[in-house]
């Protein structure tokens, strides 16, 4: 089955741009996570949404990121504007339906903000 | 609050070594504690899940276990292959949305 997929793989801005991050969960999967991790530590999670519905929106920075999952399907992330502490890999995953579920992840955005 | 501390951060060992990396956990009833892999510039891949203490599961060379405080990760007889950064993650009775809340990962390297 084909896996999680993000774009683009790489992505490199200045301060105060703006940003987006584009995921494709597993087909099926009703719950789907965007999850942060910096340099050295463990993914952080920012948003969780159960198929078009925030079910978790709690660590996510509300005055610069933003996230919507239209149709229950794909799902963008956004930051504007950036800061230098938001350099990091943004990680999407997925899961059929959520609690005590297995999650699948995707190759993540490296994002670098100089 | 929920927290998770995985130790040693780094881990080299000889191919063939044998060693148990830790993940010891504060949460307010543990749902399921889950392992994961990640390789360099990829997305962690799910290895196992345990539930209740005195839970162990097995993979290749790979063996989980739990208790009520922590977990170990027991690797025999490392391979090459081995090498990646494992990471450790609960999920609380509290949450109902399958959150994770993650250690910080030990980073294990075999040299052949």
């Known amino acids: 089955e084909a896996g999680v997929a993000q774009s683009p793989r790489y992505k490199i801005i200045e301060k105060r741009q703006s940003v987006a991050f584009w995921c494709n969960p597993i087909?099926?999967?009703?719950?789907l996570y965007w999850y942060q991790q910096i340099l050295g530590q463990g993914p952080k999670l920012l948003i969780q949404?159960?198929?078009?519905?925030?079910?978790?929106d709690s660590q996510l920075p509300k005055d610069r990121f933003s996230a919507e999952r239209l149709k229950g399907v794909d799902s963008t992330l956004k930051i504007q504007p950036a800061k230098l502490e938001d350099s990091a890999v943004y990680l999407c995953?997925?899961?059929?339906?959520?609690?005590?579920?297995?999650?699948?992840f995707g190759s993540g955005t490296q994002l670098s903000v100089l | 609050e929920d927290q998770v501390t995985q130790s040693p951060e780094a881990l080299r060992l000889q191919e063939g070594e044998s060693s148990s990396l830790n993940c010891s956990y504060t949460?307010?009833?543990?749902?399921?504690l889950f392992w994961y892999r990640q390789d360099p510039g990829k997305g962690p891949e799910f290895l196992f899940t345990?539930?209740?203490a005195g839970e162990e599961k097995e993979k290749e060379r790979l063996k989980a276990t739990l208790t009520k405080k922590e977990s170990f990760l027991h690797i025999t007889a490392p391979k090459p292959e081995d090498s990646a950064t494992y990471l450790c993650?609960?999920?609380?009775?509290?949450?109902?949305?399958?959150?994770?809340?993650f250690g910080q990962g030990t980073t294990l390297q075999v040299k052949p």
């Open positions: 995953a997925s899961s059929l339906l959520g609690a005590n579920e297995k999650l699948f």
């Open positions: 087909s099926g999967h009703a719950t």
């Open positions: 949404f159960q198929n078009n519905g925030v079910v978790d």
């Open positions: 949460v307010s009833g543990l749902r399921g």
């Open positions: 345990l539930y209740s």
């Open positions: 993650a609960v999920q609380a009775f509290s949450s109902n949305t399958g959150k994770l809340i």
